[in-house]
Nanobody
Framework: QVQLVESGGGLVRAGGSLTLSCAAS????????MRWYHQAPGKQRELVASITRGGTTNYADSVKGRFTISRDNAKNTVYLQMDSLKPEDTAVYYC??????????????WGQGTQVTVSS
């Protein structure tokens, strides 16, 4: 069984920074692409950033230049460094990853989400 566990959310003032972490655990053979999504109240879940196993990154236009995604393959962990936070970044942030687990096909898994609140 595979689990993704996020941490690092919280309340921060506009202009501040937070770092989110997401660790995958279980009977993992290989973790491929890893992603961060966010979902604001009343809105659809949106892709914020992604990173391949080799380190290629992509970002939503709304976070380019402010957020940085990175990963530690040895720890099966992905990070999201969020700087210059804005009130509109307020959302639940979810980790998502493509994982090949023992005795299964590769499929994507979701974390439980972590709340980020940015006050003005």
């Amino acid at each position: 069984q595979v689990q993704l566990v996020e941490s690092g959310g919280g309340l921060v003032r506009a202009g501040g920074s937070l770092t989110l972490s997401c660790a995958a655990s279980g009977s993992i053979v290989r973790v491929s692409d890893m992603r961060w999504y966010h979902q604001a109240p009343g809105k659809q879940r949106e892709l914020v950033a992604s990173i391949t196993r080799g380190g290629t990154t992509n970002y939503a236009d709304s976070v380019k230049g402010r957020f940085t995604i990175s990963r530690d393959n040895a720890k099966n962990t992905v990070y999201l460094q969020m700087d210059s936070l804005k009130p509109e970044d307020t959302a639940v942030y979810y980790c998502n990853a493509d994982i090949w687990a023992a005795a299964t096909m590769t499929r994507d898994y979701w974390g439980q989400g972590t709340q980020v609140t940015v006050s003005s």
